[in-house]
Nanobody, 116 residues
Framework: QVQLVESGGGLVQPGGSLRLSCVAS????????MGWYRQAPGKERELVAH???????IYADALKGRFTISRDNAKNTVYLQMSSLKPEDTAVYYC??????????WGQGTQVTVSS
């Protein structure tokens, strides 16, 4: 069993920054990658970014340059640094852990609201 706990969400003004964290615990092995997705009201969940255990990253094209994903393997933690936030970044942000080829674990989500 694997548990993922996100933190760091909240209310921020446009142009501001937030840093999300996700800590993985439990029977963790053969991690392919950890990453972040988000889901805005009325929209489908979408990829934000992934990072592998060796640091290879994938970003959603629209978020490159504003969002940065990083990882501390020793702490089983993945971070998402978000800057220059816009109202359209408002969403629930979910942490995801991929084990092997197809086994996914999800966190409960953390709300990010960008509003003045």
């Amino acid at each position: 069993q694997v548990q993922l706990v996100e933190s760091g969400g909240g209310l921020v003004q446009p142009g501001g920054s937030l840093r999300l964290s996700c800590v993985a615990s439990g029977n963790i092995h053969s991690i392919a990658y950890m990453g972040w997705y988000r889901q805005a009201p009325g929209k489908e969940r979408e990829l934000v970014a992934h990072i592998t255990s060796i640091g290879d990253t994938i970003y959603a094209d629209a978020l490159k340059g504003r969002f940065t994903i990083s990882r501390d393997n020793a702490k089983n933690t993945v971070y998402l640094q978000m800057s220059s936030l816009k109202p359209e970044d408002t969403a629930v942000y979910y942490c995801k852990l991929r084990v092997g080829i197809t086994l996914d674990y999800w966190g409960q989500g953390t709300q990010v609201t960008v509003s003045s």
